[in-house]
């Protein structure tokens, strides 16, 4: 199993004045660290759970350019893209700038968009859940004929682009791969086995449940199961000392059990490094072997 940082929150000690260059100490950190994945949350106002709105936050694929230009190897994405932010052809276009200028290290990762309040709050289109998963598909399309290299026009219920032109081509080969956000049965499990390089599910109880869905999807729509990356996302806290590691290696032994191959997560005072030390250390090179 492999393990991945989320950072969700940028209100850091030294304000906006350091985030700069704490944010760089972080992702060099958690390169360092061997985690595989690196992703900010495509928000513009901080979400409930986490902090109030009014809390420091970064736009997503600016502060995945910085990123890429302060690490090398570790892979990065935003976890999700909502697809009503972007257009399909921008968001193509974002996503293929971020492999080439990563050198080949951009995943889309992309859903239907949930914080309402921050959407009407900037302006930005929100239209019903229904219209908003016609949407994702579309997108989805969208973006993988940009990435084929045909710039012939695209005509959708929703989206009409005139000529699919992308260049510079991504790096990634044949695309950079694609994580669905979400565990909707109907809807998203779906989508994940029709397009979907990873699927992202809640570390939940019904996860068992979750993957069966989509094992019964990717049956219907001719998908091999097994190429899809399953991956959780949860909390990552070891503890100030390491006192949560026994516990959270219990967890991440149960999920790679059920055939989950990536845990996903935020760690409580990231900025501060020494919890990336201690993941580093105690959990990062166990995991590795489940």
């Not at 950190?29 to 979400?47: C, N, P, R, T, Y």
């Not at 009014?54 to 990065?76: C, K, N, P, Q, V």
Request: glycine share 8%; aromatic share 8%.
């Amino acid at each position: 199993m492999h393990l991945g940082l989320h950072i969700s929150d940028f209100t850091w000690p030294g304000g906006p004045s350091t985030l700069a260059a704490d944010l760089t100490r972080v992702a060099v950190a958690a390169e360092d660290a061997g985690f595989a994945k690196l992703s900010v949350m495509d928000h513009l106002w901080q979400i409930r759970g986490i902090g109030p709105p009014e809390h420091d936050m970064l736009e997503a694929y600016t502060t995945l350019g910085y990123l890429a230009a302060r690490t090398s190897r570790i892979e990065l994405l935003a976890w999700v893209s909502a697809v009503v932010y972007r257009e399909p052809g921008l968001l193509a276009k974002a996503v293929t700038t971020l492999d080439v200028l990563s050198e080949g290290r951009a995943w889309l990762g992309i859903g239907a968009a949930w914080f309402e309040q921050e959407a009407h709050g900037l302006g930005l289109p929100f239209p019903s859940t229904a219209e908003r998963f016609e949407r994702l598909e579309e997108a989805l399309e969208i973006c993988l004929q940009m990435w084929s290299g045909s710039d012939a026009p695209y005509k959708g219920r929703h989206y009409q682009l005139e000529r699919t032109l992308n260049v510079p081509a991504a790096l990634r080969r044949p695309h950079p791969p694609i994580m669905i956000g979400g565990s909707g049965e109907r809807r998203t499990l779906r989508l994940v086995a029709r397009f979907a390089q990873a699927c992202n599910l809640f570390n939940a109880p019904d996860i068992e449940h979750k993957l069966d869905v989509l094992r019964g999807h990717c049956a219907d729509v001719g998908r091999d199961y097994d190429e899809i990356e399953k991956t959780v996302i949860g909390p990552l806290d070891p503890g100030a000392d390491g006192e949560n590691i026994d516990t959270l290696l219990t967890d991440l032994r149960r999920l790679a059990d059920l055939g989950i191959t990536h845990y996903h997560g935020s760690v409580p005072g990231v900025a501060a490094l020494r919890p990336l030390e201690i993941l580093a250390d105690q959990v990062i090179p166990v995991a590795a072997a489940f």
